[in-house]
């Protein structure tokens, strides 16, 4: 029987050899070429990347061969290139696209295939649909050219996407600053496609960089998945301590994401960073702009926005929303709850390189430690606190969304409800400003449990009352 391929909140992922294999790999990347045809693009340039997972250059390779096969000319990474780097090729060569061989901070098992648009940000759900409904049921419906041919025609060539990315970079942000700051920076790349930004971009200066995980290791060892949350940090959280670093920057497989630890060696958590890099832009570097914000993320920067007096825009969860809602009003910042920021003057996809640099210039313009810059976040704004239960689940889910809408609570974690808001998922807002959230993961077969307030001790209760209306408990 012939898989039916879905698209999540980015993309497809599968597991690798099970149902991620070369033949449905082509027959996306042929509903991807059909979705671009119809879109007036025949004979245009699509930009094909791939990360460090097990086989993902051979994937990369197949996927450029069926938009070979399709009349498009494909530019396709040397290397395994970070997601954000592939995004801003998109732009910097005027391609029509792109495809992304990645399953980002997905288990070692896996592997997954992205699409972006000619701006280099997320398709919107209804492209994603389309794209869906134009994948052939038989691979023997694929048209391909084969690579070495392709190569020899010029309807494939190989470049080197950093280069461009790297020269963009240095017209965002000012890097003689940080490098001349004398900091220990650690990084954690996850076994990821980061490895080796930060150090070419801060060479040269009295900042030392020191990196881990900085090889191509699929299996991922000391984590269960490049995910930039704990556990799959503990590592180099220890490493910070042990190098006497002033931050930790971590960038997830694909090095869209990025994950922070303070010089304590604790974890910031990515609602906490996004606030944070949210306050950088507007007060330390006075831009004003809208913030784009998934129903997922935190309502410091509803108070940021209420201060600053720039609107703040909510979305479902996905950058597939974010991405077209920050094209169409110019945003400043984009971001969800995963750790996914973008940015106005860059591309409208995460970007965990340029999230790094612009937490060490917020350090070097006002002279703090993270835990420092965090207590100036909490001036402004009070202190917000945050947690997420991810657990598996079985049965329909159609049957869980009536028990949830079913279940009414007044109360959770003893705080009153005071809205229940469905624009993706669930989330009851509560007495406090804080939200518990119960939805559906896009990717794999989980619910997630996430809440914020303003009160420390109340975290635990909320998310255990949050199961119990999910039925998880």
């Known amino acids: ?35 671009m045809l119809s879109e007036g693009k025949a004979g245009q340039w699509i930009v094909v990347g791939y990360d460090k997972r097990f086989a993902s250059e051979h994937f990369a390779a197949a996927a450029a061969e069926v938009l070979a096969g399709n009349g498009f000319k494909v530019y396709l990474t040397q290397d395994a290139t970070p997601t954000p780097v592939i995004a801003f090729a998109i732009v910097e060569k005027g391609a029509c696209g792109g495809v992304n061989i990645t399953a980002s901070h997905n288990p070692p098992t896996d592997n997954g295939f992205k699409v972006r648009n000619h701006t280099g940000g997320a398709i919107d759900p209804d492209g994603l649909k389309r794209i869906e409904a134009l994948i052939p049921e038989n691979v023997a419906d694929v048209r391909r050219s084969a690579f070495d041919d392709a190569v020899q025609r010029g309807e494939i060539v190989q470049f080197d996407a950093s280069l461009a990315y790297l020269e963009h970079i240095q017209k965002l942000i000012d890097l003689q600053p940080i490098k001349d700051a004398g900091l220990t920076v650690l990084v954690d790349a996850m076994w990821g496609n980061g490895a080796g930004y930060f150090p070419r971009l801060l060479e040269g200066g009295k900042t030392r960089v020191i990196e881990i995980h900085n090889q191509r290791n699929p299996i991922f060892p000391e984590m269960k998945r490049p995910e930039p949350i704990p556990p799959n940090i503990d590592a180099g959280l220890k490493a910070t301590l042990d190098h ?97 920021y973008a940015f106005r003057g860059n591309v409208p996809e995460r970007d965990g390189i340029l999230a790094g640099l612009y937490m060490l210039d917020f350090m070097v313009r006002t002279g703090k430690k993270p835990t420092e810059l965090i207590e100036m976040l909490f001036e402004k704004v009070g202190a917000h606190y945050y947690d997420r239960i991810d657990r598996p689940f079985r049965g329909s889910r159609a049957e869980r969304e009536q028990m949830i809408l079913a279940a009414k609570p007044q109360t959770i974690g003893g705080l009153r409800v005071t809205e229940l808001i469905t624009l993706d998922g669930f989330q009851f807002r509560l007495e406090d400003g804080g939200w518990l959230l119960i939805r559906f993961s896009g990717t794999e077969p989980i619910m997630r449990v996430y809440c914020e307030t303003t009160h420390k001790d109340k975290v635990q209760a909320i998310l255990q009352d949050g199961l119990k209306v999910a039925g998880l408990k």
């Not at 599968?14 to 991807?32: H, K, M």
């Not at 909510?314 to 920050?326: L, R, S």
Request: hydrophobic share 35%; charged share 20%.
């Open 1 to 35: 029987m012939t898989l039916k391929i879905t698209f999540g909140t980015d993309g497809w992922r599968g597991t690798i050899a099970e149902d991620y294999t070369f033949d449905n790999v082509r027959r996306c990347a042929q509903g991807f070429a059909n979705y």
């Open 244 to 340: 006497h670093a002033d931050i930790l920057l971590i960038t997830d497989g694909d090095a869209d994401r990025c994950g922070i630890g303070d010089e304590r060696g604790q974890f910031i958590n990515q609602l906490r960073v996004y606030a944070l890099l949210a306050y950088y832009l507007l007060e330390i570097r006075g831009e004003r702009g809208a913030i784009v914000k998934t129903i997922s993320t935190t309502t410091m920067l509803n108070k940021l926005g209420q201060l600053y007096g720039v609107p703040v825009i909510e979305t479902g969860v996905g950058f597939k929303y974010v991405a077209p809602k920050m094209t169409e009003t110019n945003a400043l910042i984009g971001g969800e709850e995963s750790g996914g």
